[in-house]
């Protein structure tokens, strides 16, 4: 009787707690999004923050943009039930930052102004191209959108403790993932129309300072379980993931050999390799990291940010390692997908088994829960932010501005236009998120990467390096890449005729990949050709002068 009463204490003090930390960082990145409306005076305020952010400051934001709810709950998630098969999203995540630093951050940083598009549109048509890269831009951000929201709802019914048959509020887990996931979606909302680029970039900063924290702190207390023993650690995982031996090598969730099965067994090698493809390749083609290679005042300050990223993001994935097998070990299998089917919430449960053990009892579980919790939490908030703004930027200043308006929209129409776009695609996103509740997180970020590499990166790429590309050959590599990912995800098992597809109950599925990247991203790089080559038009001389600009900086803004 003591005991339930003791446990019953525990789950309130931690909800309480959680609750209690969760408004004290929102409060504190609202008060940072008001201050930086004050200083948001012009568009490039809006959009790049007045391009006032340091390389240190800048590379700490796009750590904070990329170290996302798929970083920290969903790899933690998926190497806790996958093992080995897990660690290659951290890989992947990790080597795709080598692709963007050396073709993309600093020559984008020099050609271009606000969005994507400013460097396609450079030497093209302006209409058709932004139009495209309009499209492409709110894509990318919605399937990304769809992975933070989800990791939000999972988080909601663990930390206030609502299991199966318990309530809080009068809502079942089911009805509190639903309202978290609008709760989310209204703060993001608030953070890029009040805030811009500015209040976005310092809440980028903010969290990216406590997931590293929570992150590290997280990892020694694993690590000091055992003794600092890798080998006993890795060991206890494999043994408490009910796998065996197999949780340590390749082939529990990719590359699996069905005996008997050859067909099926290619497939699962082949979505492994897509998989593979899309993560490295994708990042060089994400809109919202792009648009913060904008924020700083010279290429080099670009190229110093990215070393920064680099450095967080490579420490960070590194530590992501300790955290899932130390989920593995410590929490076991079974009880992370009793909680979440995706395993989306194996560290916050690590980081409740973590705090009983150091911390004593029920009380300093609920605490350390809390406090990982809440920087899950301030993740969320601050990559969704950062995502919406790519899209209503590109929105506003792409479509709106010089699509509608044809280039005579004055600054203030935009911004306003912008802060308009915001709140539809915020809507969108959450009703396409109560949907997606059954997908692991980092999965759904895969996707989002495996669209931007198949649309943007051919454009970018071709735009950047080959001065026969022209308008058509821009249109046709956005929209053939775009369309051939999209449709691909859609007539495959994510959506459809599997257990934890979106739609479990239908069944309209015929292509067998996970992961599309493999076919649309060289489908990609061929529309682009293509469409390059059967249309005469070239402008030799913009190229030559896009060449020198994304060089030298000559005559960047």
């Not at 709950?73 to 963007?100: P, Q």
């Not at 390749?250 to 050859?262: K, N, Q």
């Not at 076919?519 to 190229?543: H, N, R, V």
């Amino acid at each position: 009787m003591n005991t339930v009463l003791a446990a019953e204490a525990g789950s309130t003090t931690a909800r309480n707690l959680t609750i209690t930390l969760f408004l004290v960082f929102v409060a504190i990145t609202l008060a940072i999004t008001v201050w930086a409306s004050r200083q948001t005076k012009t568009a490039t305020d809006f959009y790049a923050g007045g391009r006032s952010f340091s390389g240190f400051q800048n590379g700490m934001a796009i750590g904070g943009d990329y170290m996302s709810a798929a970083s920290f709950l969903g790899i933690a998630g998926i190497i806790a039930l996958y093992g080995y098969d897990g660690f290659l999203y951290s890989i992947g995540f990790l080597v795709a930052w080598l692709v963007a630093l050396l073709l993309v951050a600093e020559l984008l940083r020099n050609s271009g102004r606000y969005t994507m598009a400013d460097v396609l549109a450079f030497r093209m048509r302006q209409r058709p191209v932004r139009t495209a890269a309009a499209v492409s831009t709110i894509t990318v951000s919605i399937f990304y959108l769809l992975a933070q929201m989800v990791g939000a709802g999972a988080l909601v019914a663990l930390l206030l403790g609502i299991k199966p048959d318990t309530t809080f509020l009068g809502m079942d887990a089911d009805t509190a993932k639903v309202a978290t996931i609008i709760m989310v979606g209204a703060l993001m909302i608030i953070y890029v129309t009040v805030g811009g680029m500015k209040g976005t970039t310092y809440v980028q900063i903010v969290k990216a300072f406590l997931l590293m924290g929570g992150a590290l702190a997280m990892t020694l207390l694993v690590l000091a379980k055992y003794k600092f023993n890798l080998s006993s650690l890795l060991g206890d995982a494999a043994s408490a993931s009910g796998k065996g031996a197999a949780f340590l090598e390749p082939g529990l969730r990719y590359g699996v050999e069905t005996p008997g099965d050859a067909l099926k067994t290619f497939y699962s090698k082949m979505d492994l390799l897509s998989l593979g493809i899309a993560l490295v390749l994708g990042t060089a083609g994400l809109p919202h990291i792009l648009i913060r290679f904008y924020t700083v005042p010279t290429a080099r300050a670009a190229r110093k940010s990215v070393l920064w990223a680099i450095g967080i993001i490579g420490t960070f994935y590194l530590l992501t390692l300790a955290l899932g097998f130390g989920a593995a070990a410590i929490v076991g299998g079974s009880e992370i997908t009793a909680q979440d089917k995706a395993g989306n919430t194996a560290a916050p449960q690590l980081a409740e088994k973590l705090g009983e053990q150091f911390l004593g009892g029920d009380l300093g579980g609920a605490t350390l829960l809390a406090i990982i919790a809440a920087v899950a939490f301030a993740t969320i908030l601050a990559v969704v932010a950062g995502l919406t703004l790519a899209s209503s930027s590109s929105l506003a200043h792409d479509f709106y501005a010089n699509v509608v308006k044809k280039g005579e929209a004055s600054e203030r129409q935009e911004v306003t236009v912008a802060r308009i776009s915001a709140l539809v695609i915020g809507a969108v996103s959450i009703v396409l998120s109560i949907y997606a509740q059954n997908l692991n997180v980092a999965f759904l970020v895969a996707l989002a990467f495996a669209v931007a590499a198949s649309g943007n990166l051919p454009a970018i790429l071709y735009s950047l390096f080959w001065k026969r590309f022209n308008t058509s050959g821009a249109v046709w590599a956005i929209y053939g890449g775009l369309l051939a990912a999209v449709v691909l995800v859609f007539f495959s098992p994510v959506v459809s005729g599997a257990p934890t597809a979106m739609f479990p109950d239908h069944d309209w599925q015929w292509f067998p990949l996970s992961n599309p990247g493999i076919i649309s991203i060289p489908f990609g790089f061929l529309c682009g050709w293509l469409g390059t080559i059967l249309s005469k038009e070239s402008d030799e001389e913009k190229y030559a002068e896009l060449e020198v600009r994304s060089l030298t900086g000559a005559g960047a803004h």
